[in-house]
């Protein structure tokens, strides 16, 4: 399992828009194989600034399945209008728990 870090810059004034946005749009990603879960996350202290952890089976689930799908391109029009600068995507892997 890996954890996709996605950093949202959400363009100011448009927080709520956003979420709804995303509200609608979270069922494309949920449908892709090797899915396991999100949440999406607001900064307190910089209100347009979102945190979204998106949890999939392998980093190939999300960077070819997903990436590569029709799907994403209906998630990234959905979405992608909204963040300025564009976010930013990084993955991660557990090196330990407690």
């Given at each position: 399992?890996?954890?996709?870090?996605?950093?949202?810059?959400?363009?100011?004034?448009?927080?709520?828009?956003?979420?709804?946005?995303?509200?609608?749009?979270?069922?494309?990603?949920?449908?892709?194989?090797?899915f396991?879960?999100?949440?999406?996350?607001?900064?307190?202290?910089?209100?347009?600034?979102?945190?979204?952890?998106?949890?999939?089976?392998?980093?190939?689930?999300?960077?070819?399945?997903?990436?590569?799908?029709?799907?994403?391109?209906?998630?990234r029009?959905?979405?992608?209008?909204?963040?300025?600068?564009?976010?930013?995507?990084?993955?991660?892997?557990?090196?330990?728990?407690?």
């Amino acid at each position: 399992m890996i954890t996709e870090h996605a950093m949202l810059p959400v363009i100011p004034g448009r927080e709520e828009e956003f979420e709804a946005a995303f509200a609608a749009a979270k069922h494309i990603i949920a449908a892709s194989p090797g899915f396991g879960g999100l949440t999406l996350s607001r900064c307190l202290e910089r209100p347009s600034a979102y945190l979204l952890l998106v949890q999939w089976g392998t980093l190939e689930n999300h960077e070819v399945g997903f990436r590569g799908s029709p799907a994403y391109d209906d998630w990234r029009a959905a979405l992608h209008h909204f963040y300025d600068p564009a976010a930013t995507v990084e993955h991660y892997e557990v090196v330990t728990t407690d």
